[in-house]
């Protein structure tokens, strides 16, 4: 065996050993934007199942100061055949979106409406110690520090889990707010961790979208999923 024959078999046993380790697929999440009063949020997420390799997406419209979904507010699609070689999945958002043009007007979602960033955790992140993040909004002024609280129990099939988030808001004049953000009595089965990726506020009204990436196990390894909590503050 050559050397060049040697680097490349070297390079790609870790791969290997990687992609063992992981098994599932990861969502792309999509901020499809607020209605005038941020009192409604739209958005999605897609990718391709890892098994049978068929794209899909999930949209989800957001009544934010219920923090909960509109009726007939989650819309699920998954195609009927694999992807090409190449293609990430997209296309089902695109087809999930166009259906649900309707919900979009009815609540007034304009997608160039969408959230401002705060705070973006990146993939190489190492963990937050203590799942407290701090971040400001620079146009407000006011600081902000989050804890995400975690619950897990049960191990295996019978795994469950929920959390909440304690937010600290510090105006510029010094004033402190603080909430409870979360339904850490619902239980979400298989789901056995919470990060928070993303913290976004509305246009104009101050509503808070968290970002939250969940690990969910799959038959040999995991999938990554998002969903969000909502406040007004």
Known sequence: MTARKTFLLAAFIPLIALSSLWAGDTASFVDLGFSPDGKIYMFAQYGVQSGTLR?????????VPRNNFVGGGRISYTHDRPVLAGQDGSGALYRIIARSAATADQYGVTFLRQGQPLYIALD?????????????????GNFYRAELVPYVEGA????????????????RNGTKKTYTIGTPQLKRAQISSYRIKKVMIAPLDGSIIFVIEMKKNAAAGYDIRYMIEAARL
């Open 156 to 171: 295996g099939e019978n795994l469950k889990s929920s959390f909440y988030i304690n937010l600290e808001n510090t105006t």
């Open 55 to 63: 794209p899909w997406a999930d949209l989800f419209v957001v009544d």
């Open 124 to 140: 190489n992140d190492p963990p937050v110690p203590g799942g407290t993040i701090e971040f400001r909004d620079f146009g407000t």
